[in-house]
């Protein structure tokens, strides 16, 4: 039945978001708690963590015509971003995480000075990345996690000037640093 949820949520979201304008959000995730008093002893030190998220990746460059320099570029893919992590806890407010992610591609646009970009290689529909991080719990219900990803395969493929090899293969790849505060509720 979760799956199936699941897989509900991922395709109403691709389908909303085929407009490239995203006004809302979900996360879901898996919760490990203690009940003060129940004689069980105390928090589990590790647990695993499902998340859906929406995530932007891309890049930008700006142009800056005060110094004679007019090119210009700006890219953005939309992604649902499914990461499952492994977590430890570690004292009682630190921790770090690890674990895959697919990323399920629901737009992108391109352009540069001279408009929009639309006869470049066609963006991978679905990609892996990998993720770790770190986080403080500052006061119960309230977290801040700081995470880098590396996208495990890129985003499109083929050896244009440019593109990068990783894992011995040319494309474009993401990588992120990304810095979240987290509120769980009862």
């Given amino acids: 039945m979760k799956g199936k949820v699941l897989l509900v949520v991922v395709i109403l979201s691709a389908m909303v978001s ?6 809302g959000g979900i ?3 898996g919760v490990m708690s203690q009940v ?6 105390g928090f589990k030190i590790h647990s695993v963590q499902m998340e859906i ?12 015509p005060e ?14 971003e499914i990461p499952l992590l492994y977590q430890v806890r570690i ?4 921790g770090f995480e690890i674990g895959p992610a697919i990323d399920v591609l629901v737009g992108s646009y391109e352009e540069s000075e001279d408009g929009e970009i639309t006869n470049l290689v066609p963006m991978r529909p679905v990609t892996y990345s990998a993720l770790a991080g770190v986080w403080y719990q500052f006061i119960p219900r309230m977290k801040v996690d700081f995470r880098f990803s590396m996208s495990v395969t890129s985003m499109r493929d083929g050896e244009t000037t ?4 990783r894992f011995g293969t040319w494309g474009q790849y993401d990588d992120l640093l990304a810095l979240t505060l987290w509120y769980r509720f009862k």
């Fill in 27 to 29: 996360m879901a995730g």
């Fill in 67 to 80: 110094n004679g320099d007019y090119d210009f570029y700006l890219f953005r893919a939309n992604y649902i």
């Fill in 162 to 165: 440019g593109y990068y090899k």
């Fill in 36 to 41: 003060q008093g129940d004689s069980y002893g």
């Fill in 18 to 23: 085929q407009a490239q304008r995203f006004h």
């Fill in 53 to 64: 998220d929406f995530i932007q990746k891309g890049s930008r460059r700006n142009s800056d």
């Fill in 91 to 94: 004292l009682k407010k630190f």
